[in-house]
C-alpha cells in the first residue's frame, strides 16, 4: 500500500529560525494535504496541493508540491511560539485513499 | 458553522464494559471518518462512511461497530475492549471522499482499565 514518509521527527529551533518539514511518498499523489495539531489538540487542516510543481503561500508558510507530485515541503520563515506543533502531510493517491505522513514536532524555544 | 463536535471529551471504561462515541457535524459533509490516534504517532484510519454507507473498514477488530444513523451523525459503538486499545479517538468530515479536506473535532480520550 501507499506509505508517506516524514523527515525530520522532531526539529528544535530557536524563534526566529526558520524550520522546514518534508514529505515523501512510495506512489504519486492526487493531492497532497498539510495539517497542524497542537500539543493536546486536534489535527487542523492548513492547505491543499494539487497540481505538479504548485508553491503555496500562507504568510510565513510556504508549500510545494513536487513536479512528479511524489514529495512536497513546508517552510516556515522566522518561526514563533504559536507554530508549536506537529505537522502532518497527508497524501491522496489515485484511489482516494488517504495517508498521513509520520509528522514533524516543532518545537520553537523563546 | 464548521465545527464537528464529539462526545464524551473522556471516557473510561473497563474491558466487559459497553460504550458509544458520538459525533456530529452540520456541514452538508457526505463522507465522515474515525480515526485512532496514539502519542505521538499520526491518526490511523479506521471508517469511512460515505453518503451514510460504510466504504472503508481498515481491517478493525469487530469490538468496534460504527454507525451512521444520518448524515449529520457518527457514532462508534465500543464493546469489551483492551488496555492497548486506549487513545484519541478522532471523527472527521470533509465534502466527499478524501480529496477533500477534512475538519477533524476535538476527539474522545478513551482509556481502557
Known amino acids: 500500500g501507499q506509505q508517506v514518509m516524514q523527515i525530520p521527527q522532531y526539529q528544535h529551533v530557536q524563534e526566529g529560525e526558520d524550520f522546514t518539514t518534508y514529505c515523501n511518498s512510495s506512489?504519486?499523489?492526487?493531492?497532497i494535504q498539510w495539517y497542524k495539531q497542537r500539543p493536546g489538540g486536534h489535527p487542523v487542516f492548513l492547505i491543499q496541493?494539487?497540481?505538479?510543481?504548485e508553491v503555496k503561500k500562507q504568510k510565513r508558510l510556504t508549500f510545494q508540491f513536487g513536479e512528479a507530485k511524489k514529495n512536497s515541503s513546508l517552510h516556515i520563515t522566522a518561526t514563533q511560539t504559536t507554530d508549536v506543533g506537529t505537522y502532518f502531510c497527508?497524501?491522496?493517491?489515485?484511489?482516494?485513499?488517504?495517508?498521513f505522513g509520520g509528522g514533524t514536532r516543532l518545537m520553537v524555544k523563546p | 458553522d464548521t465545527e464537528v463536535t464529539q462526545t464524551p471529551k473522556h471516557l473510561v471504561m473497563g474491558m466487559t464494559n459497553k460504550k458509544s462515541l458520538k459525533c456530529e457535524q452540520h456541514m452538508g459533509h457526505r463522507a465522515m471518518y474515525w480515526y485512532k490516534q496514539k502519542a505521538k504517532k499520526p491518526p490511523e484510519l479506521m471508517f469511512v462512511y460515505s453518503y451514510e454507507k460504510l466504504s472503508i473498514n481498515e481491517s478493525v477488530p469487530s469490538r468496534f461497530s460504527p454507525e451512521c444513523p444520518n448524515s449529520s451523525l457518527l457514532n462508534l459503538h465500543l464493546h469489551a475492549l483492551q488496555p492497548e486499545d486506549s487513545a484519541l479517538y478522532l471523527c472527521?468530515?470533509?465534502?466527499?471522499?478524501?480529496?477533500?479536506?477534512?475538519?477533524f473535532g476535538p476527539g474522545t480520550r478513551l482509556t481502557v482499565t
Open positions: 472527521a468530515s470533509s465534502q466527499d471522499w478524501a480529496s477533500y479536506e477534512q475538519y
Open positions: 496541493l494539487v497540481k505538479s510543481g
Open positions: 497527508a497524501g491522496v493517491d489515485a484511489g482516494n485513499m488517504l495517508t
Open positions: 506512489t504519486t499523489l492526487s493531492n
